[in-house]
């Protein structure tokens, strides 16, 4: 651990900033790819100092690295980029960095289910959504060049300034403090996957319990939210009383 | 092969929150603002990650899988709502609401 790291991440999250602050959006200005380039690959080397700064002399870090700066990168990129679609793509990029990082810090179980359920499942569900709300716009201008409300951002100056002083903050404490010895987990019986399946099912069962029926009342939920009553044939034809039809037949 | 990497682990956290947080108050569009709640989702995560490594036990991992089924819920229940939102005024803008401020 060398001297004065603290000021490193400051300038990390610095320029991470002004990447930010450059790459959102604006309107009818041209976006500055040239200023954007420079700040990310700026960002992006004193990173790659920082990480390797705290990892000292770990074995086989290299791909660490890389992939930590891949996941903050896409995250970079999802965020400025004006088209939603492209967007969502970045996303996957962070969740497999993520995922590839967890796989190698030794939590498999967690990461592949990361890559699952996120990669998976819910990034599925936001590709439909946005096709099913932009589907209107495929044979207009605004395939192209996007809507309105995505090519303006709205107040990056102060989100930008809030958003890298909290991380600022919390990167330094997370430098600064001294965590005392750290240890590679020692896993009991088996491997990851084992051994979290056994800590799930009897440490916390009841806490499993309980996030299956929250998954089962969310799907509820988002059922009643989203219906739409679609009027069927038999709703249009005007239902006759009850007892009608006997009341109408002619007496025997 | 198995690394101790907490420190980078909580570091990219805390970037990837503050990511996200800036993508939330800075976008308009509602689904990259919650696409964006993933990504603090995601710091989240990999911050548990790394404070589970610190303490040497499985406790951070097992919390973990219980943030991936909030963040599950979280997105179903989130883009019901974007559905709904999008059906009443026809826009994905969060400014179409702007008559909530009061």
Same mark, same amino acid.
């Given at each position: ?30 976006? +500055? ?80 289910? !990361? ?38 951002? +709205? ?59 929250? !998954? ?37 | ?102």
């Amino acid at each position: 651990m060398i001297e004065n790291l603290v000021y490193i991440v400051y300038a990390v999250t610095a320029l991470g900033a002004v990447a930010l602050f450059v790459g959102l959006p604006r309107g009818d200005k041209p976006q +500055r790819n040239g200023l954007l380039f420079i700040c990310m690959a700026l960002a992006a080397g004193v990173s790659y100092f920082m990480f390797d700064a705290m990892l000292g002399s770990v074995g086989g870090k290299v791909p660490l690295i890389v992939l930590s700066l891949l996941s903050i990168g896409g995250a970079l990129r999802m965020v400025t980029h004006p088209q939603p679609v492209y967007s969502a793509l970045y996303f996957i990029m962070v969740i497999l960095a993520t995922t590839a990082i967890l796989v190698l810090c030794g939590a498999e179980f967690l990461g592949f289910a !990361l890559a699952m359920v996120y990669a998976g499942a819910i990034l599925v569900t936001y590709v439909f959504v946005l096709m099913l709300s932009q589907q209107s716009t495929l044979h207009s201008d605004a395939f192209t060049q996007g809507f309105d409300y995505d090519r303006e951002a +709205r107040e990056p100056f102060w989100a930008v300034a809030a958003g890298s002083l909290l991380a600022a903050t919390v990167g330094a404490v997370i430098v600064e403090r001294d965590w005392g010895g750290i240890e590679t987990v020692a896993v009991e019986g088996g491997d990851n996957t084992v051994a979290l399946g056994r800590i799930l099912m009897t440490q916390y069962a009841i806490s499993v319990e309980l996030a299956a029926v929250l !998954l089962m009342v969310a799907m509820i939920g988002a059922i009643a939210v989203a219906r739409k009553h679609i009027p069927q044939a038999e709703d249009l034809t005007p239902r006759r009383p009850l007892g009608a039809a006997g009341r109408e037949a002619k007496p025997y | 092969m198995e690394m101790a990497a907490p420190q980078v682990l909580m570091i990219v956290g805390a970037l990837l929150f503050g990511i996200g947080v800036i993508g939330f108050l800075t976008r308009r569009n509602m689904i990259v603002m919650f696409l964006s709640t993933e990504i603090m989702f995601q710091g989240v995560l990999t911050n548990l990650v790394g404070m589970g490594l610190l303490r040497g036990d499985l406790n951070g991992q097992a919390l973990g899988i219980f943030v991936l089924v909030i963040a599950a819920v979280e997105a179903g229940l989130g883009l019901a709502i974007v559905v709904m939102l999008y059906r009443r005024r026809g826009t994905l803008d969060a400014d179409g609401w702007r008559t909530m401020r009061g």
